[in-house]
């Protein structure tokens, strides 16, 4: 399984292109990701990861907790 996942990252990362602005773009696209709500943003795109790592940890620990507080 872990051959499985390794060689699935191995193979998206090779396939896949980065992504490049022109010289024309480039400024109006970075101006457009650093801005005031940047720090907003940047929370909104990591509370899907910090609830699956909670909603993982909780099920993987949720034994545990029973027994010691039920």
């Known amino acids: ?3 499985l996942i390794l ?3 191995l193979l998206s ?3 896949s292109q980065p992504a490049w602005a ?3 773009c480039r400024p109006r696209v970075q101006a ?3 801005t005031a709500d ?6 909104w795109l990591l509370l899907p990861v910090a609830l699956l790592i909670g909603g993982g940890l909780a099920v993987y ?7 010691r507080f039920f």
């Open 1 to 3: 399984m872990k051959r």
């Open 7 to 9: 060689s699935a990252g």
């Open 13 to 15: 990362g090779w396939l």
């Open 22 to 24: 022109c010289r024309v």
């Open 32 to 34: 457009g990701i650093h």
């Open 38 to 43: 940047y720090a907003a943003n940047l929370l």
């Open 61 to 67: 620990f949720a034994a545990d907790v029973k027994r």
